[in-house]
């Protein structure tokens, strides 16, 4: 009679007793999964709610500034030692160590001008550059296309008393208003904006750049060492981050992990308990058994061997049963605990295998000093029951 004839039979014969550790297992592993496959999701969507956040790395010009007060009065400060960024200098952040974090660049510049005889502020842009950093915008109109087409903000459309496909006049020229912002609830709103290469020809700053905003905010991203890395790159210019932006998201991201690792932790020390006790309990049911099997000349080795197989059989079943379990699980409670409703189930080949291979190896431990104790019984102790 081969071993794994002889395990087979036993779990078909102690069907309730094995049902219940499957069952003690799978939950286990269950838990796991969800708990882990959770953090995978919600890694990937905070990831992807972060992407379209927007920037969270700015570069701005250097320069010196000294404030003057004289008896506890401010008197505003002084600039001097202004330099310039130049657009030449924006090839060189894509040369960084860290340059596959980068998911956007988006050069501006800044000046005011005379739109019918009122002030207002024109922003040069990269349209696709800036409406893939500024996802949240919403046109009544058109993007852009040509030089001669401007973008408005609300209040600038409200102040110039214009909408999408109105013309108005900028420094002289005419320009053709494609869109118009949606309320924002930001600086944008004020704001009119043109192609950067025509905003830098009205403002008399070929080839210069006020500020550029870098979009570089995942999960993950050493957004640190981009900042020093930039800095090292472009030494005129002063290079700052949005720290509490990255902070406050990657901290609540890793408390959960921090959770849900724990609480790992305690389900595999609770599904080996189970384990260990519904084994010992087979065991010592089936002393005259296995006195037999010893008697007839069954080695201590088979006798382990018969025990522990039918362990690991139960655990990869467990280990399966858990993993689909556990994808349920995920999927029912992602929506509740992620930052959007369409937030997207990670399926992951190394927490399916991890999970299946961790039910059997807690298993297999579990099983082990109930598969020694069965191997050392004394036959003849154990056919005295007979």
Not at 50 to 65: H, K, Q, V
Not at 160 to 189: C, M, P, R
Not at 311 to 323: D, I, R
Request: glycine share 10%; with cysteine; proline share 2%.
């Amino acid at each position: 009679m081969k071993l794994h004839n002889i395990s087979l039979n036993n779990l078909r014969r102690r069907k309730a007793k094995m049902a219940f550790l499957t069952v003690g297992l799978m939950v286990g592993i269950a838990t796991i999964v969800t708990l882990v496959t959770l953090t995978e999701s919600m890694s990937s969507d905070i990831g992807r709610k972060m992407d379209e956040f927007g920037a969270n790395i700015l570069i701005t010009p250097r320069s010196n500034d000294l404030s003057m007060s004289y008896g506890g009065i401010s008197l505003g400060g002084v600039t001097f030692d202004q330099r310039e960024i130049h657009e030449a200098d924006l090839a060189k952040i894509s040369t960084i160590a860290n340059n596959r974090n980068i998911s956007a660049v988006a050069p501006k510049v800044l000046g005011g001008v005379k739109v019918g005889g009122k002030d207002a502020m024109l922003v040069g842009v990269q349209f696709d550059k800036e409406l893939k950093m500024k996802q949240w915008w919403k046109i009544f109109g058109a993007e852009p296309k040509n030089a001669d087409e401007v973008l408005l903000g609300s209040e600038a459309a409200n102040l110039l008393n214009v909408t999408d496909g109105d013309s108005l006049e900028i420094s002289g020229q005419q320009f053709k208003v494609a869109g118009v912002l949606d309320h924002t609830g930001s600086q944008d709103d004020s704001l009119i904006f043109a192609r950067l290469d025509k905003a830098q020809e009205l403002l008399g700053k070929k080839g210069k750049i006020t500020l550029v905003e870098v979009a570089a905010l995942c999960a993950g991203c050493p957004i640190s060492d981009m900042v020093n890395q930039i800095a090292e790159k472009i030494p005129d210019a002063k290079v700052s981050a949005i720290q509490q932006v990255v902070e406050g998201r990657i901290k609540a991201l890793d408390h959960f992990k921090r959770f849900s690792y724990a609480m790992a932790g305690v389900v595999v020390f609770i599904g080996s308990l189970i384990v260990f006790v519904t084994m010992m309990g087979s065991v010592n049911e089936r002393t005259t058994e296995i006195g037999v099997f010893r008697a007839i000349g069954f080695r201590r080795m088979h006798v382990m061997r018969i025990i522990l197989l039918e362990a690991g059989l139960v655990s990869l079943l467990a280990g399966l049963l858990g993993y689909a379990a556990g994808l349920g699980g995920a999927k029912l409670a992602l929506p509740f605990m992620a930052e959007s409703k369409d937030a997207a189930l990670v399926l992951s080949g190394p927490i399916a295998g991890g999970s299946i291979a961790l039910a059997v190896v807690v298993g297999l431990l579990a099983s082990l000093y109930p598969a020694l104790h069965a191997s050392r019984m004394d036959p003849t102790e154990a056919l005295r029951a007979l």
